[in-house]
T-cell receptor
Framework: KNQVEQSPQSLIILEGKNCTLQ??????????LRWYKQDTGRGPVSLTI???SENTKSNGRYTATLDADTKQSSLHITASQLSDSASYIC??????????WGAGTKLIIKP | DTEVTQTPKHLVMGMTNKKSLKCEQH?????MYWYKQKAKKPPELMFV???????INESVPSRFSPECPNSSLLNLHLHALQPEDSALYLC?????????????FGEGSRLTVL
């Protein structure tokens, strides 16, 4: 069964600190892996998309890694800001139009 | 312009009402999507239009009726909804209908059914 699991479910860190969010997937065939940021009550915003051949991709203070062998990805946030408080969702592209969504990690940045 | 615009942002309707949600994009994208998102859950795909034709209907009840008048517009007509249909409805678009394409989401329409 195609699944995407994220950990932790929620995370609280202090402003300025770094954090890493995890995503494990069992999706076959694998097309790509995406990370989205979603503020409460708003639409998701794409942070990165990685294909099988890419193992790291950065977007400002966000850096995603992909290990296609172990089927794991991580999203590292550097020097967190209050505006980083949001849900971060890992999404894996499978066959055809399939996108398998994780449940998300809710990140809270405290001043 | 990398925006997907959704209107209205908020909608409250009774179970006997008929209303519509609207979505617009001017990025030249040929695929447009409707998603439904309940609180604390990931978005669930409802419909996909590719080149203005309905390509995917994820077994959505007929009280939801999608329409794609042209390549830039996508509507979702609502009729005889139930309170459990209250959710955030998200429109998205992509260059084409392939799993490799980047999805651009609108801000969503928050629907409350009384």
């Amino acid at each position: 069964k195609n699944q995407v699991e994220q950990s932790p479910q929620s995370l609280i860190i202090l402003e300025g600190k770094n954090c890493t969010l995890q995503c494990n997937y069992t999706v076959s065939p694998f097309s790509n892996l995406r990370w989205y940021k979603q503020d409460t009550g708003r639409g998701p915003v794409s942070l990165t998309i990685m294909t099988f051949s890419e193992n790291t991709k950065s977007n400002g203070r966000y850096t995603a890694t992909l290990d296609a062998d172990t089927k794991q990805s991580s999203l590292h946030i550097t020097a967190s800001q209050l505006s980083d408080s949001a849900s971060y969702i890992c999404v894996v592209g499978g066959s055809n139009y399939q996108l398998i969504w994780g449940a998300g990690t809710k990140l809270i940045i405290k001043p | 312009d990398t925006e997907v615009t959704q209107t209205p942002k908020h909608l409250v309707m009774g179970m006997t009402n008929k209303k519509s949600l609207k979505c617009e994009q001017h990025m030249g994208h040929r695929a447009m999507y409707w998603y439904k998102q309940k609180a604390k859950k990931p978005p669930e795909l409802m419909f996909v239009y590719s080149y203005e034709k309905l390509s995917i209907n994820e077994s959505v009840p007929s009280r939801f009726s999608p329409e794609c008048p042209n390549s830039s517009l996508l509507n979702l007509h609502l009729h005889a909804l139930q309170p459990e249909d209250s959710a955030l409805y998200l429109c998205a678009s992509s260059q084409d209908f392939l799993v490799t394409g980047e999805l651009f989401f609108g801000e969503g329409s928050r629907l409350t059914v009384l």
